[in-house]
């Protein structure tokens, strides 16, 4: 198989980049014929790399490309790109847009990252606004959400187009033939919902290659029933974090009632091993990041505190999508 | 205390009006003050309370009020209303309209019941549409999510009154003096959001009798940071189903695991307590029904499957919205 290059930021994670370059190797396990393209400061990241062979205890390398500058979350998205076209989402994603990389993999701040890749690397043809999807474990596999914090104000011919991209990346990276694609609304009906989901609704019944299967309420999102679930921003995005935190809480509460008594928590005790398959299954880090769907090539979101597992997963992401 | 009377609908939910009589009782029982009232088939409901009372081993009697007709879930509600006068829920709205009960509590159908409670018992001042609340068990306690469905495209103006709305009914029927109210919304920054949650804050800062502390991002709506959780009607309604499903879906794959080996079923056993209480925190029955908030009179609209404890407690919210 030919080489192919992915480029990664090595910025802006709450680990720091020491856990990105361990992550890229992974991955270069993983794919022998993976070329990760580093991006950052060229003297911190040939000194993590030393550490890291050192660590290994063998000869480490990868490729760097020198982009002095970062990007901070607090910096306005447009203006930062305009002023800091040394920095490594900036230059990493002009390389990937130049054809170097398949694809570029960044724990950013998720607003300059999006538009970063909307200005530099572009829409696809046909299609108005890029989503961001977040693959969350269902009852039986994996729905892709999206949009989970894109566009707040859709309108209906967005949620059409959602629908394709949700489709192709369901195909491509998780090897779905036809996935199920549902409307996120509040009855099954075809009636039902507010002005956006009613016209929606209409659109994607004539939408070529998809696999509409309708309406879905809330409580069937995650009960294995569809592959893609198309919602506006403002709800995918309320959606996402609310699922992400009422499992913490719920699991938070299952240990506090488990160590309340002696009892249960020798219970607690023989059961871990189910736990902690469980814990794995709602682990961010197995599924990778959060994929922007909709641009020329492929952006990876990975979440701001990613460790060397997480990135892996989102550079195979990368790799898996193009195949 | 003088005598209290709140209306009760016995036709519409999934196990009869057995389960309907037999909740009113428990109400009795605790609030020796309440005068239950209900509305359904004259005969059916005597012969019900004769069985009953041979299961209490004691003559138990209720007033009755003879209401002959069911509204059923597929009519058409602002039909169904104009030709079933008899029905039940026609019947124990206008009671309640009329002066002679405190509220309504019924397991009919929500869109039949908000249509008949709005036409019948009428909005309160000020108040330009009905929300319809919800009770979540929380980290810490309870926050009242609304509105649930009844608005599908809200103003907001609508999240304004919903504010108000919650905040009286939490002080009222939770007893927290200055409840803490958010907007749910995709960041904590002021100008975060879709148009309707950006305008909704505006005004949010400025109603008054609120305790307004900000956006809420979706993780928080449970963590316990808020009291009452506001939004509009779909984001609500998809939010509220999805929190049920997730939780059954959650609870499941916990099931499944512990039963997996033989050590974790000997665990689970174990710690079958303590997944007992917690089954308990989530279950809809010990908080009651969903009020209908902004009308005249308190109309709770209980689960379609509510069983007699769960009717006590949507009784109880009647009684004690009104202390």
């Known amino acids: 198989m030919d080489k192919l290059t992915i480029a ?3 910025m802006g994670g709450d ?23 580093l991006f950052g400061p060229e003297d911190l990241l ?25 990007i901070e979350p607090s910096e306005q998205p447009t203006l930062a790109f305009r002023r800091k076209k040394d920095s490594s989402i900036v230059m990493g994603l002009k390389y990937v847009k130049d054809g170097h990389a ?25 299609i108005e606004r890029p989503a961001l999807g977040t693959v969350l474990p269902s009852k039986t596999g994996y729905t892709l959400l999206l949009d989970c914090g894109a566009n707040m104000d859709s309108k209906p011919s967005y949620l059409a187009q959602f629908a394709q991209l949700g489709t192709e990346y369901m195909q491509k990276v998780m090897g779905i033939s036809s996935p199920r694609v549902g409307l ?10 507010n002005a956006l989901a009613k016209e929606a609704y209409t659109l994607l019944k004539e939408t070529s290659d998809i696999n509409f299967i309708g309406n879905i309420e809330g409580r069937e999102i995650l009960a294995g029933d569809v592959d893609v679930a198309v919602c506006d921003g403002f709800t995918g995005n309320v959606l996402l974090k609310h699922t992400e935190g009422f499992a913490k809480i719920m699991l938070g509460m299952i240990k506090e009632q488990l160590l309340s008594s002696t009892i249960s928590k020798i219970g607690a005790l023989l059961a871990k091993g189910a ?27 990975a979440h701001g505190s990613s460790d060397a597992l997480a990135i892996k997963n989102a550079i195979r992401q990368c790799v898996e999508y193009g195949q």
Chains 1, 2 share one sequence.
């Open 8 to 10: 990664i930021d090595t």
């Open 275 to 301: 736990f902690g398959k469980l814990k794995k299954r709602f682990d961010y880090r197995e599924v990778g990041g959060a994929p922007f769907l909709g641009l020329n090539h492929i952006v990876i979101k």
């Open 102 to 126: 398949r694809g570029f993999v960044s724990t950013g701040s998720t607003g300059a990252l999006l538009t970063g890749a909307t200005v530099i690397i572009g829409r696809k043809k046909g």
């Open 46 to 70: 040939t000194a993590e790399i030393k550490k890291y062979s050192k660590k290994v205890n063998k000869t480490s390398v990868m490729k760097i490309v020198h982009a002095p500058t970062v």
């Open 184 to 193: 996120i609304n509040v009855g099954a009906e075809e009636e039902k919902g």
């Open 15 to 37: 680990l720091g980049c020491a856990a990105v370059i361990e992550g890229a190797f992974m991955a270069m396990e993983q794919f022998p014929f993976l070329e990760p393209v």
